[in-house]
């Protein structure tokens, strides 16, 4: 079985306090809440994409479903109503992370996860991933905490795929395959410290300070 949180915000109107209530029992209900896979009602439910995505690949969130998706529209501040924690605390009950990034120059999100132990998955066109890539060769791949997919302008089913089997792959991993794969995302996450990473900084303020002088004179 999977359960996949989807933290993206969206335009958000109230916590469900249906759900709320439930969460505050330890009683075992038969009948499932109306929409079981979002956890604030939004404004635009009907007009929402990801609601909309949902429905249109099957998902249902059903006993019987092997995977179950569940919505989080709100930014975790810790004062969200339903969580009531924060982000980083959201990201240490993962156990992986799925970053597929379009666009980052560098990308924060997929180091915050293994630095935290989580193996993640992110893509090429993220700076974090083509580090990642570099620092890890031929050993990237989740079993070593990190898998970089490549992407391009014209290759998102591709993409979908590549991850949707990276998921499989990992789901499917011993225990200790998996305690071996956090411990390499966080041995990993240690190169990315900032005192190994000031000295790169330093060489480029150093020649950005030499052009200057050439360009004065």
Not at 43 to 62: I, V
């Amino acid at each position: 079985p999977v359960v996949a949180f989807v933290n993206v915000p969206a335009w958000v109107a109230e916590s469900r306090t249906d759900l709320a209530q439930r969460m505050q029992t330890n009683e075992m209900y038969e009948d499932g809440l109306a929409c079981p896979y979002i956890t604030h009602w939004l404004h635009n439910m009907e007009g929402d994409q990801m609601l909309q995505a949902f429905k249109r690949n099957g998902f249902h969130n059903l006993p019987t479903d092997k995977v179950k998706v569940i919505f989080v529209p709100c930014y975790l501040d810790g004062n969200d109503g339903i969580f009531n924690m924060h982000y980083y605390d959201i990201v240490i009950g993962n156990d992986l992370c799925i970053y597929p990034s379009y666009y980052e120059p560098w990308g924060y999100t997929p180091l915050e996860a293994i630095a935290f132990g989580v193996p993640c998955i992110t893509t090429d066109l993220a700076g974090f991933g083509l580090w990642a890539k570099e620092e890890l060769q031929a050993k990237v791949e989740i079993k070593n905490g990190v898998e970089v997919v490549h992407r391009n302008d014209s290759n998102y089913f591709e993409v979908v795929e590549s991850i949707a089997n990276v998921v499989c792959q990992y789901s499917n991993l011993s225990e200790s395959e998996k305690q071996f794969a956090c411990k390499k995302a966080k041995t990993l996450s240690q190169k990315a410290l900032w005192k190994n990473f000031f000295k790169a900084y330093e060489k480029a303020y150093s020649i950005a300070l030499k052009a200057a002088k050439t360009r004065n004179k």
